[in-house]
């Protein structure tokens, strides 16, 4: 991974927390983000709050949504499925959404993401991304990672991180046809992790 060598560490640490005090870090990027529509037609409505900003009862739909999508992967796993560890992290005062409404102005899809560094990159992580079951395949996953990417590209971050269960498969065939491949941080393969990070570039 190629970092941004002219920028010092402290110098990368004042952008993080220039873009982490941003009300709406969205805010920069065209009016293309705000809605999408899918090839049947379908059109939604994006919006992204900070954690502080969000209503209670999104932020349990949130978790009711994750239960509902990995819940089960996680618990093929020995550590099994922890609701409270679960909800704390939804529940991080750091924790940005960007949430997907319907034509109803139902919330039906949602990413939960942060700023931060990482092995000395300033990257975007994306710790969630989650589709109610009803609206998967219709490209809205991939319009929400794509405007993730563009947010991270408009602060000049150096990369876009999440984390995967390897025994997602459809995630991880998800992730891999945007272009993201395992980051140098993933655990290797002796330390026998149920999970891997995968990265993309967002330089050039």
């Known amino acids: 991974m190629t970092n941004r060598d002219e920028l010092s560490s402290a110098a990368k640490h004042k952008l993080i927390e220039a873009v982490a005090r941003e009300k709406n ?69 750091w924790a940005r959404f960007l949430v997907a409404q319907n034509q109803q102005k139902q919330p039906v899809a ?12 300033c990257v975007l992580y994306c710790y969630e991304i989650q589709i109610a079951p009803e609206y998967q395949r219709k490209g809205l996953g991939k319009f929400m990672m794509q405007t993730l990417e563009s947010c991270a590209k408009i602060w000049q971050l150096e990369k876009l991180m999440l984390t995967v269960l390897n025994n997602n498969e459809n995630s991880l065939m998800f992730f891999k046809a945007l272009g993201y491949a395992k980051d140098e941080t993933s655990p290797d393969i002796l330390q026998e992790a149920d999970y891997q990070i995968l990265s993309k570039s967002m330089l050039g």
């Open 25 to 93: 870090p969205l805010d920069r990027l065209p009016g293309i983000y705000d809605s999408y529509k899918s090839s049947s037609g379908e059109e939604f409505k994006l919006y992204c709050r900070a954690k502080a900003d969000m209503d209670a009862k999104t932020l349990k739909w949130t978790f009711k949504l994750a239960e509902q999508n990995v819940g089960p992967f996680y618990k093929q796993l020995k550590m099994g499925w922890q609701p409270k560890i679960k909800q704390s992290e939804l529940n991080k005062n």
């Open 110 to 121: 949602y990413t939960m993401f942060r700023f931060d560094m990482d092995d000395g990159d």
